[in-house]
């Protein structure tokens, strides 16, 4: 009995380091390619932003009144999805002449909303840019930024000259008024813009991004909001060849508040192996069915996710989240004005 015991054991040691050496091998394979080939698609979970007081200290009364602590665990906020749309549509009653909203259908049970800032140039030259917010539940902040970033353009006669704005606010509102990734039929809507994978409210979402586009021509510029453990801000691309825009606009950036490689050196994985780092701050990943993908499908040169470093202190994440989408909006509008004077 001892004897068969022994051989039993040894039958499932052999087998499972037989098993880890393989999977291991799978991972140093993938790995060498570094993510070109990758096939394996990592889940990045998010983390809710840590409530305290130091975290807190540093947010006007007016912004901390969009986020809540979460009723399930007092450690963590969420943001707080009626006070933030009220915000969204007392802003858009304020500016009636640049700003309007309107409910583009409900899903889920929620209903979902298109904000436009108008274009304060008659010309057929003026360029689209789409924005987007709250596809990850567990990712408030990129609500809170979206109303800092609307109050920037509203004062810059510059960017309202060049570009039209359609932003797509609290996209996943059951994930955000819970805490959770993915919506309420469980799905990760950023992976849900592809054949075999569609939500209903990824369907909705894509049927107004693709009547905008048809009836109005491509947009310019897709950023899609986000949040991802870390301490360094990034941005993902949907292509390795993007003229430098997101370059340029990183440069704006402190190095310090930007994701780097483990030993600063590039091309590099992140240390997480979930990006492939070109630059700091500038990734690339091969999710299908991202809500980015989805704009490049449709025609949008530029399309970028940007994603919030949720380890930092709470005022950080959302100043850093809006500085950097101003940085782009900054850039590619000196890029298009220098464009139409070479024109002349
Ligand atoms: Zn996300």
Partial sequence: MKRFLLITLLYIFSSYSFSLSSSFANTEESTSLLGYEQTYEKEAYGQLPIFSATNINNISNKDLQLIKKSTTNDKNYLLNVNKTTKRLKELVAKHPDMLSISNIGSAEGEDLYKIKISSTSSSN????????????????????????????IIHRSDLQKNYEFIIYPLINSYGLKNGKRRSKTCKDLNRSFTDGKWSQISTLLAKSIRDETENNGPFEIALDLHGAI?????????????????????????????????????????????????????????????????????????????????????DKQITLLTQLVISYLNVSSERFDNDNLNKQ
């Fill in 125 to 152: 030259q003026i360029k689209r840019i789409a924005i987007t917010t709250g596809v990850h539940g567990n990712e408030p902040i990129t609500n809170v930024a979206l109303i800092k970033i609307i109050e920037e």
């Fill in 230 to 314: 870390g301490k360094g801000i990034f941005i993902i691309k949907a292509h390795d060849n993007d003229k430098k825009l997101a370059q340029e606009a990183l440069k704006f950036m402190n190095i310090d508040n930007l994701l780097k490689s483990k030993d600063t050196t590039y091309p590099a994985y992140t240390s997480n192996e979930t990006y492939f780092l070109h630059s700091p701050g500038e990734a690339v990943s091969f999710n299908s069915g991202t809500l980015k993908s989805y704009f490049d499908k449709l025609g949008t040169p530029f399309c970028y996710t940007v994603e919030y470093p949720v380890s930092r202190p709470l």
